[in-house]
T-cell receptor, first 115, second 115 residues
Framework: DTAVSQTPKYLVTQMGNDKSIKCEQN?????MYWYKQDSKKFLKIMFS???????INETVPNRFSPKSPDKAHLNLHINSLELGDSAVYFC??????????????FGEGSRLTVL | AQSVAQPEDQVNVAEGNPLTVKCTYS??????LFWYVQYPNRGLQFLLK??????LVKGSYGFEAEFNKSQTSFHLKKPSALVSDSALYFC?????????????FGAGTRLFVKA
């Protein structure tokens, strides 16, 4: 029973196209995230949402638009894809609360390749 | 700004030997520190965390980590390495200045355990 699931697992597309990645968690967590892992495996946070509200937007280009229809879902839409957007995108969730000290639960990743 | 550093890109160890993966941190106030492991083509998995209390923290798969405030370190250890421990290991710190809604990851250390 997958805790954090994201689809699709692989996307291959042309520059200039638009694509979406969906994420769902069944852990009952309040907080969800998108992280980007580049080809050197460096992980960088993109967005944090708490109770459907955007908390962190880590200077991500506005071509990236997250949407949280409810606490269990956080989707990522990317417009006008560029070569530099090629990466693995990870969705994660954690239990909120004071200081938010809970660990992150990650999905399996969505590998985006822009040609 | 809060950060973590993993000084080694790669650690090589023979099976059955003890292993250490190093991490140092730079934070203001009390650090909330984590270790995660990533196997090939998978999401990150939580290993252990230090929030407060005992400086020696025990986690999954026989791993432990020692929090050292004077040396600002949080090294990951295991008494006897297994080939199956070969993976990418990330140290991370929870950014309390954003209410804990951002986790900052180190660059990762690749562990190779040789049979």
């Amino acid at each position: 029973d997958t805790a954090v699931s994201q689809t699709p697992k692989y996307l291959v597309t042309q520059m200039g196209n638009d694509k979406s990645i969906k994420c769902e968690q069944n852990l009952g967590h309040d907080t969800m995230y998108w992280y980007k892992q580049d080809s050197k495996k460096f992980l960088k946070i993109m967005f944090s949402y708490n109770n459907k509200e955007l908390i962190i937007n880590e200077t991500v280009p506005n071509r990236f638009s997250p949407k949280s229809p409810d606490k269990a879902h956080l989707n990522l839409h990317i417009n006008s894809l560029e070569l530099g957007d090629s990466a693995v995108y990870f969705c994660a969730s954690s239990q909120g609360g004071q200081a938010n000290t809970g660990e992150l639960f990650f999905g399996e990743g969505s590998r985006l390749t822009v040609l | 700004a809060q950060s973590v550093a993993q000084p080694e890109d790669q650690v090589n160890v023979a099976e059955g030997n003890p292993l250490t993966v190093k991490c140092t941190y730079s934070v203001s106030g009390n650090p909330y520190l984590f270790w995660y492991v990533q196997y090939p083509n998978r999401g990150l998995q939580f290993l252990l965390k230090y929030i407060t209390g005992d400086n020696l923290v025990k986690g999954s798969y026989g791993f432990e980590a020692e929090f050292n405030k004077s040396q600002t370190s949080f090294h990951l250890k295991k008494p006897s390495a297994l080939v199956s421990d070969s993976a990418l290991y990330f140290c991370a710190v929870r950014d309390v200045y954003t209410g804990g809604f951002k986790t900052i990851f180190g660059a990762g250390t690749r562990l190779f355990v040789k049979a």
